[in-house]
DNA sequence: ATTTCTGTTCGCAAATATACGAATAACTCC
DNA sequence: GGAGTTATTCGTATATTTGCGAACAGAAAT
């Protein structure tokens, strides 16, 4: 038991970027967010089986992590990705997981 | 509410992996193997800040998910990334953040 | 055999996550 | 002002996650 350092914020926001992906729904609403630029509410409860209130609180973890964006659009709402966030986060993953080229 | 098709198994592998990542402590455990090939849970717990019995919960999380291996060196246990299983993780991020190439 | 070193499992507590339906809000159309 | 549409929030229940220290297990050394 030495001196024990805390977690980086790189480390943190890639952990929580992980974890707002760790969800099947989760996953399957980036494919189709990415699929098709952006799309309604009311089409993914159509294709994703899950409750619409369930939908709308998964939709709310990638918010809050800044993957998505939601815009309303009288009667509807509309999701598209943060391109931004998104390439953001694909190079964090990219720099994780590139670094196994090592030993051998 | 029309049909409604499950999640695909790939889908939920990737949630999976991504929720295995979704730790801080566990991107912290990655990172150290990753940088020196293999190392004993007595190294990691010197620097990560957490209880030994915490360290080896998360250990097992990414045991379970395929991530990392480990075997016992009486008196310690050697862990190390599943090479294979990483470079199989990398490549179905790889793909789900360049889906990204559209509109623009 | 018991002491010592290691790491895991157990038992527990607290916090989070997941899920649903009902209730609510916001906006449009009659 | 209702009636209809859509999505979110509320209330609730259950399950999982996270965390710790104590107890345990396996192997080596005294």
Redesign the pocket.
């Known amino acids: 038991m030495t001196v024990k350092k805390s977690y980086t914020s790189e480390q943190k926001r890639l952990a929580r970027l992980a ?1 707002a992906l ?5 996953i399957a609403i980036i494919e189709m967010l990415l699929s098709q630029s952006c799309c ?4 993914m ?1 159509e294709v994703i ?13 990638l918010k809050d992590a800044g993957i998505i964006q ?1 815009t ?1 659009t ?6 598209c990705i943060n391109r931004e966030h998104w390439a953001e986060a694909g190079e964090m993953f990219e720099k994780l997981f590139n670094k196994n080229v090592r030993y051998e």
Not at 40 to 43: A, E, K, L, S, T
Not at 54 to 59: A, C, I, W
Not at 74 to 79: A, E, S
Request: no cysteine; hydrophobic share 20%; charged share 20%.
């Open positions: 974890k760790g969800h099947p729904v989760r309604y509410h009311g089409d409860s089986p899950v409750a619409k209130s369930t939908l709308s609180q998964h939709l709310n973890e939601g309303i009288p009667p509807t709402v509309k999701y």
